[in-house]
């Protein structure tokens, strides 16, 4: 069974930064996109970053220059850098991941709060 578990959230400040890691384990016919969702309060799930295997990445409009992804191919594991935070940030933050063979997973989320 594939698990992804997401870990790093927590309580910043404004401006402050957190790291967001996503472990996959399980039986998985490899990974193909990586990426991070987050969903606010009162608003729908939407795409922050995604990185391909080849290492290409897209950001939301709202997060580029701030944020960064990446990941570990060797240990299936994404990251995602977030810098400058600002209160507009906090949500629950979602790891995706599509595997080789299409089927596309999800974390259960870790929580991320900007304020003072």
């Known amino acids: 069974q594939v698990q992804l578990v997401e870990s790093g959230g927590g309580l910043v400040q404004p401006g402050g930064s957190l790291r967001l890691s996503c472990a996959v384990s399980?039986?998985?016919?490899?990974?193909?996109?990586m990426g991070w969702y987050r969903q606010a309060p009162g608003k729908q799930r939407e795409l922050v970053a995604v990185?391909?295997?080849?290492?290409?990445?897209n950001y939301a409009d709202s997060v580029k220059g701030r944020f960064t992804i990446s990941r570990d191919n060797a240990r299936n594991t994404a990251y995602l850098q977030m810098n400058s935070l600002k209160p507009e940030d906090t949500a629950i933050y979602y790891c995706?991941?599509?595997?080789?063979?299409?089927?596309?997973?999800w974390g259960k989320g870790t929580l991320v709060t900007v304020s003072s």
């Open positions: 995706n991941i599509v595997s080789g063979n299409g089927v596309t997973y």
């Open positions: 399980g039986s998985i016919f490899g990974v193909s996109a």
């Open positions: 990185i391909t295997s080849a290492g290409s990445t």
